[in-house]
């Protein structure tokens, strides 16, 4: 299983976005990562974390999906913050999202995207919070070291 979900009182140690030691490395290579900005809060308190939690239990039977806590993607204007990632894909980093409302976007979202393999999920495709919550889109890696013409 590509997920182990952390205890109510830990947090993902070391700054700048670690993947915690609650997460064990597995012995396949899933074909997406779910980052969930765990230190994401609005006014009302502390949101990124239940969003985390909640996506560990509704994503606990899909090794495909790596679930990895971040400690912040500096979005914090657009709680709660998701990116979608993988080697070789498109990174997309999402705004707006909540537990309560999102839940089931975001697990849809990170199934099409697994399942892309480019990264690329047609727009009609994507989940009416995820069409509108786009904070950015990143090429891969790659083509940043692709020589220009």
Known sequence: MARSVMGEGDRPKGGGGGVSPAFPEVAHTPAAALLVCVTCKSDDGPLGQGLFYALGERLAATPEVALRPIECLSVCKRPCT???AAPGKWTYVVGDLTRESHLED??????HYAASPEGVVP???RPLSFRKGVVSRTPPLALAATPLA
Do not use: E, F, G
């Open 106 to 111: 975001i697990v849809t979202a990170v199934r």
């Open 123 to 125: 727009w009609r495709q």
């Open 82 to 84: 998701v990116a979608l």
